[in-house]
């Protein structure tokens, strides 16, 4: 008798165990994992079907440089911004001697897109030279990949067997690769998946949708060091100069909300002088928002003793309202995605629609300043144009800034007078290329508005081979420096991509 009570005792105790288990497994996963999911077996104690997960994108919305991040008026230095890289390691080190970058002198800049699609070992190699050298960057759509899925990462390894699950998998997927090193990985998930045991659902549903594990992407998440996911993590959507009237993003940036007029004055930014806000009392740093952040360091307007600098101020007013007021802006896929405006939506394909750098080239065209001061200039370029009288009518209170951006590699080098695309196709084998801005010696007060034109360019610079002089004086695409900006110059360097 004894015996039977002896076994009943365990098998009491064992289902005990077995639900509480049961319990503490179903809610560490609803406190880690933000997608609505079901859990059935797992879930089935507490009655809870759903379940959320950590914030894993986390965003960088904005990062402002100083006129000491971006040094325009010394003569001395120099702003060097880099294409998509890619993990191209040795294109990138061979444009960095072309340029002779100097880390004492010049300030390195990459707009995004530093890793994944070169092997995986060029991808850790550019990913420790960004982050060992702090270089100034925005995150480009495949950093974004990468970050999440290291977020990710770090969380399931923390739920109770996960790991072990994880481990098999991809234990079962090398030994696939091995036999069959053609094999497809989305495929064989898909096969994977639709075979597994109820028990092994559970574990897929971790997975959020439409996300491929073992890609690229999750190798160098796993692979990468603590410290190359920190850099990634301080990486921010955009970045904006006010000092040099410019913006850097990964794929782009709208001038003006396309469901409403461009002068519409009440909701376009570019289309109405903004007010001068007054003084306000310091805000306590815990409680600001993003977008008052951006307001913040700039100079009292009060304080002015000046009309040039009361201009600045509300040009600096003013292009902060891009990065508010126009909801596309604010949207991080719009930014880390951006090629073409179709139907009035933001859409990644290049083949149709606008680019949405032509919308912003028109949107600069149609600036006349604050006091109409450069309404000669659009009226000069209308001049034997046969063109829409609303377009010709169009005047905007604005003056023309710069936006630097990639992402676009099927374009090749896209520059105009104000916006610069930089991916030249490195990992197809093309080009790596860069913008390289001389600074200044002297100040001058007149905008330099002369648009580009194909004489700029020169078709015939690109065609080095790969045992070009590298120490020699530095080859550019162009024929003469470009214009940058108010009243800088520049010039795009480049060179001849190989594996």
């Given at each position: 008798?004894?015996?039977?009570?002896?076994?009943?005792?365990?098998?009491?105790?064992?289902?005990?165990?077995?639900?509480?288990?049961?319990?503490?497994?179903?809610?560490?996963?609803?406190?880690?994992?933000?997608e609505n999911?079901?859990?059935?077996?797992?879930?089935?104690?507490?009655?809870?079907e759903?379940?959320?997960i950590?914030?894993?994108?986390?965003?960088?919305?904005v990062?402002?440089?100083?006129?000491?991040?971006?040094?325009?008026?010394?003569?001395?230095?120099?702003?060097?911004?880099?294409?998509?890289?890619?993990?191209?390691?040795?294109?990138?080190e061979?444009?960095?001697?072309?340029?002779?970058?100097?880390?004492?002198?010049?300030?390195?800049?990459?707009v995004?897109?530093?890793?994944?699609k070169?092997?995986h070992?060029?991808s850790?190699?550019?990913?420790?030279?960004?982050?060992?050298?702090?270089v100034?960057?925005?995150?480009?759509?495949?950093?974004?990949k990468?970050?999440?899925?290291?977020?990710?990462?770090?969380?399931?390894?923390?739920?109770?067997?996960?790991?072990?699950?994880?481990e098999?998998?991809?234990?079962?997927?090398?030994?696939?690769q091995?036999?069959?090193?053609?094999?497809?990985?989305?495929?064989w998930?898909?096969?994977?998946?639709?075979?597994?045991?109820?028990?092994?659902?559970?574990?897929?549903?971790l997975?959020?949708?439409?996300?491929?594990?073992?890609?690229?992407?999750y190798?160098?998440?796993?692979?990468?060091?603590d410290?190359?996911?920190h850099?990634?993590?301080?990486?921010?959507?955009?970045?904006y100069?006010?000092?040099?009237?410019?913006?850097?993003?990964?794929?782009?940036?709208?001038?003006s909300?396309?469901?409403?007029p461009?002068d519409?004055?009440?909701?376009?930014?570019?289309?109405?002088?903004?007010?001068?806000?007054?003084?306000?009392?310091?805000?306590?740093?815990?409680?600001?928002?993003?977008?008052?952040?951006?307001q913040?360091?700039?100079?009292d307007?009060?304080?002015?003793?000046?009309?040039?600098?009361?201009?600045?101020?509300l040009?600096?007013l003013q292009?902060?309202?891009?990065?508010?007021?126009?909801?596309?802006?604010?949207?991080?896929?719009?930014?880390?995605?951006?090629?073409?405006?179709?139907?009035?939506e933001?859409?990644?394909?290049?083949?149709k629609?606008?680019?949405?750098?032509?919308i912003?080239?028109?949107?600069?065209?149609h600036?006349?300043?604050?006091?109409?001061?450069?309404?000669?200039?659009?009226?000069?370029?209308?001049?034997?144009?046969d063109?829409?009288?609303?377009?010709?009518?169009?005047?905007?209170?604005c003056?023309?800034?710069?936006?630097?951006?990639?992402?676009?590699?099927?374009?090749?080098?896209?520059?105009?007078?104000?916006s610069?695309?930089?991916?030249?196709g490195c990992i197809?084998?093309?080009?790596?290329s860069?913008l390289?801005?001389?600074?200044?010696?002297?100040?001058?007060?007149e905008?330099?508005l002369d648009?580009?034109?194909d004489?700029?360019?020169?078709?015939d610079?690109?065609?080095?081979?790969?045992?070009d002089?590298?120490?020699?004086?530095?080859?550019?695409?162009?024929?003469k420096?470009?214009?940058f900006?108010?009243?800088?110059t520049?010039?795009?360097?480049?060179v001849?991509?190989?594996?």
């Amino acid at each position: 008798m004894s015996s039977r009570l002896q076994i009943l005792s365990y098998v009491i105790v064992s289902v005990f165990l077995v639900f509480f288990m049961s319990c503490g497994i179903a809610d560490s996963l609803r406190k880690a994992y933000s997608e609505n999911i079901s859990w059935r077996p797992l879930s089935h104690y507490q009655g809870h079907e759903t379940t959320s997960i950590p914030d894993v994108a986390h965003y960088v919305h904005v990062r402002k440089l100083s006129q000491e991040e971006f040094p325009l008026d010394d003569p001395k230095k120099r702003a060097i911004i880099v294409g998509d890289v890619h993990g191209m390691i040795n294109s990138l080190e061979k444009l960095l001697k072309r340029v002779k970058y100097s880390s004492s002198n010049d300030v390195l800049i990459h707009v995004g897109d530093v890793a994944v699609k070169a092997s995986h070992a060029g991808s850790l190699a550019v990913l420790k030279f960004m982050s060992s050298n702090n270089v100034i960057g925005v995150r480009g759509n495949h950093d974004q990949k990468i970050i999440e899925w290291r977020g990710w990462l770090t969380w399931v390894f923390s739920v109770p067997g996960a790991t072990k699950w994880l481990e098999r998998l991809e234990n079962k997927w090398s030994e696939a690769q091995r036999k069959d090193p053609d094999l497809d990985l989305e495929t064989w998930l898909e096969k994977r998946r639709k075979s597994s045991t109820e028990k092994d659902i559970a574990w897929w549903k971790l997975i959020p949708k439409d996300w491929i594990i073992f890609s690229d992407h999750y190798q160098i998440a796993k692979d990468m060091s603590d410290a190359d996911f920190h850099y990634l993590l301080k990486l921010p959507l955009r970045l904006y100069i006010p000092s040099a009237h410019a913006f850097i993003v990964h794929a782009g940036l709208l001038p003006s909300d396309p469901d409403y007029p461009r002068d519409d004055k009440a909701r376009q930014p570019l289309a109405a002088v903004p007010d001068l806000p007054h003084p306000q009392r310091p805000t306590v740093a815990a409680n600001i928002t993003w977008e008052e952040a951006l307001q913040e360091d700039l100079d009292d307007p009060t304080s002015y003793s000046s009309p040039t600098k009361t201009i600045e101020h509300l040009r600096n007013l003013q292009e902060i309202a891009i990065l508010t007021r126009i909801p596309q802006n604010k949207d991080p896929w719009a930014v880390l995605n951006m090629r073409s405006i179709i139907d009035g939506e933001v859409s990644k394909k290049s083949n149709k629609g606008t680019p949405w750098a032509k919308i912003w080239k028109d949107h600069m065209k149609h600036c006349v300043g604050f006091r109409n001061e450069l309404e000669n200039e659009l009226d000069d370029d209308y001049k034997g144009r046969d063109r829409d009288i609303e377009e010709q009518n169009l005047r905007l209170k604005c003056y023309p800034s710069t936006v630097i951006y990639g992402h676009a590699a099927s374009r090749g080098l896209d520059i105009k007078r104000w916006s610069f695309g930089l991916d030249s196709g490195c990992i197809y084998r093309r080009r790596l290329s860069a913008l390289v801005i001389q600074g200044r010696a002297e100040s001058s007060e007149e905008i330099i508005l002369d648009d580009l034109s194909d004489d700029n360019f020169d078709e015939d610079a690109p065609n080095e081979d790969e045992d070009d002089d590298i120490d020699g004086p530095i080859n550019t695409y162009t024929k003469k420096s470009l214009p940058f900006g108010d009243h800088n110059t520049a010039d795009i360097v480049s060179v001849k991509c190989t594996a």
